[in-house]
């Protein structure tokens, strides 16, 4: 490599500095400097109920929805949205697309945060803790859209659940008011094992067609897992443009399966990775993300040569910006787009030694080697410090929160 | 809950103040305290060709041969064994099971460290980088048993490759050496997709029964990965008593496959967790492997029931113990037992809220979470200071070495 003369750096900043137009000098000799990570999907206003009935059979019916019914409101969605945030800008997480219940305190949380979100207002024909019909979930997403017209930050969504929880109807219904407000759709899509035979029943087709015939895959939507797509499918999410969102963590833990990521990215698809929610994946940072990522692929396929490193990492930065219709904007370290930056330290024991950065990142790094994160040019974490959000009021808050909840919930029968 | 009295513990100190027997107070209230974790294979004397050729085709032959030929020395294992040990340690690890060249040089480190090690000196028909012959590797195997007799914290082992990689009659040797010198064995087996057609063509045996019809199945082996295991293989491990290690992060980062873990644990065999060498599975933690263990049984098994977080920290500590048939002294928090520690904080972002202990241990901690390290009562981390091995001054003698591989080694043809 070529000897960097450091006068030169030296004559440059003094160059700035006598024009006023140099605001920071950031050392990060010896360090890794990669796009700010994005995680395509998410429900982080859920982090205030993980580990509770973590692996336990009817999991849905006995502990996630009694949690929701009882325990589920504005103050809670939005004390959670601010944990996770805390725990995703230290992983080095700088765009969250996310669906849940009052989304409203989810945008205030992530917009306080300074980090980007495309956030989904949660749909569906049954009643939900923040509407009673569908009807009242559309009056949310309206509201939504209106307090977050042109803010910088957040990108309201409609969020229709899933192709066997909203009528055909009402997925319609979702597209035109979503091409009205022009807005993203984010979906759940061919990720359950009962999924496509309902589907196909109800409709003739399989899951990820029906989408289609509904007008819901375009290059407005993003649909998380696609654990179920056989080649007619993956081509069509190819050909629509459609995001993916993909969770190996979540999907693995709950059974149901590795969705074909490397067959998406190979044949060049929108895919990007994803934690899922705090109940499904545990972990919110997307560095936990990587190694696993690569593992269930590799094992799926019995190649050690696939997915590999950098081909994980593009997935983790380019590949969610294009799976969110924002490769324009953010997603890699380039002019005019977004300074969304993160710098990694290679000082902890396990990031020695160092031939290849890219199989550090994705094989030997965690969270806590996250040393610093910008986000639009601004740091939201400096040296472990996050600068936009007060951990330790945070903690506390949450804590008033969980005891309650620690006190007041038991499992149904 | 019944309220604790302070004054009790008040007491309680000042009488054995009193009396002489208090050494020290460790306060580790609001944090979790489980025995130390036990890593059953590895090796350690790898770590500083950590992210060479990761996910290359051919990698034995391109870069893992040609690395071990020209830069495998008694100084390279003893430095990159003390490099694996800090990052061990500092994950939690008290007690390893490893296999490699110059082991003699990896057992000065582990003695140094104060923590465990179960060490195998590698037997090979082929010449290997610390012996031209089988006879110099027994001799090698010898001269380390004669070395570390009656240490309390180093057991000498002898570890036979492979079932490809020795002829029958030198594996039949190494069984009756390891009787006559009381030793463990380590190899691997049912590991390798070429392995079972291979044995059986020469055989009419399947590796496992192979390995069992030359007595090395036995209460004195620990047999790593066995990931081509049908049930006769299975019943025929846990009727022998013989440990199994297994190896998940690697086994799925080579595309090997993922061995029936959840059928030997429930089954009752002795199963413990490994994370394979510094090259195959990169991290060497085993705080790291735990996620992994759960979700990869999970996805194989498409039931989210199976390996549940109590199960997968049993494996780590009593299993690992059994796998390395060490139960009567290690594994547990029991009277009689030594007393190998790990205090866990739950300060951090992902250990937050805790409703389950076990899910938060499996699903949201990483190593930086391990607060404080003890192996036989003494302290080997406290307080994320390792207190046996120098941090800086082992990661200045590595950087010597590393730089010269990054400089000298060039992948084979």
């Known amino acids: 490599m070529e000897q960097f003369d450091p006068t030169l750096l030296d004559t440059l900043i003094d160059t700035l500095q006598a024009s006023a137009q140099l605001i920071e000098i950031i ?27 973590d692996d336990m059979p009817q999991r849905l019916q006995k502990y996630i929805f009694p949690l929701e019914k009882h325990f589920v409101t504005p103050e809670l969605v939005y004390q959670a949205s601010r944990h996770s945030l805390t725990e995703m800008i230290s992983g080095g997480t700088t765009t969250i697309a996310d669906m849940y219940y009052f989304q409203h305190m989810t945008a205030r949380a992530v917009a306080e945060s300074g980090i980007r979100g495309v956030l989904a207002q949660a749909l569906s024909s049954a009643p939900a803790p923040d509407a009673k019909t569908f009807a009242e979930g559309t009056a949310r997403l309206k509201a939504l859209t209106a307090e977050y017209s042109g803010h910088p930050g957040i990108i309201p969504a409609a969020g229709p659940h899933a192709p066997y929880s909203l009528t055909a109807a009402e997925l319609r219904e979702t597209v035109r008011l979503a091409q009205k407000l022009d807005i993203p759709i984010q979906s ?13 029943r109800q409709t003739g087709l399989r899951p990820i067609p029906y989408y289609d015939s509904l007008g819901i895959l375009s290059r407005r939507a993003t649909m998380a897992h696609c654990i179920f797509a056989n080649a007619e499918d993956r081509a069509l999410l190819r050909e629509r443009e459609t ?58 396929l019995g190649d050690p040569t696939v997915m590999k490193p950098a081909e994980i990492l593009a997935m983790a930065t380019i590949g969610g910006a294009e799976a ?13 787009k977004q300074a969304d930056m993160v710098i990694i330290s290679t000082e902890s024991l396990s990031m020695f030694p160092i031939y290849d950065p890219y199989a550090a990142i994705v094989y030997c790094a965690d969270s806590n080697d996250i040393e610093s994160v910008l986000a639009a040019g601004k740091f939201v974490m400096k040296k472990r410090e996050l600068k936009t959000l007060d951990r330790e009021e945070i903690r506390a808050s949450c804590t008033r929160i969980t005891a309650r909840i620690a006190e007041g919930f038991t499992p149904a029968e």
């Open 324 to 336: 969110l219709h924002l490769e324009q904007h953010i997603g890699s370290l380039e002019k005019g």
């Open 188 to 200: 759940h899509l061919a990720e359950m094992p009962f999924e496509e035979e309902l589907i196909v």
């Open 27 to 53: 050392d990060a000799s010896g360090k890794i400097i990669i796009p700010g990570l994005i995680n395509t999907h998410t429900h982080i206003g859920m982090s205030l109920f993980r580990t509770l009935g």
């Open 243 to 300: 995001g993916i969102a993909h969770n190996p963590s979540a999907n693995s833990k709950s059974g149901k399966g590795i969705a074909p990521a490397y067959e998406f990215y190979r044949d060049g698809a929108r895919i990007g990775l994803g934690t899922d929610g705090p109940m499904s994946g545990n972990r919110m940072d997307i560095v936990s993300q990587l190694n696993i990522t690569a593992k269930m692929q590799k094992v799926r």
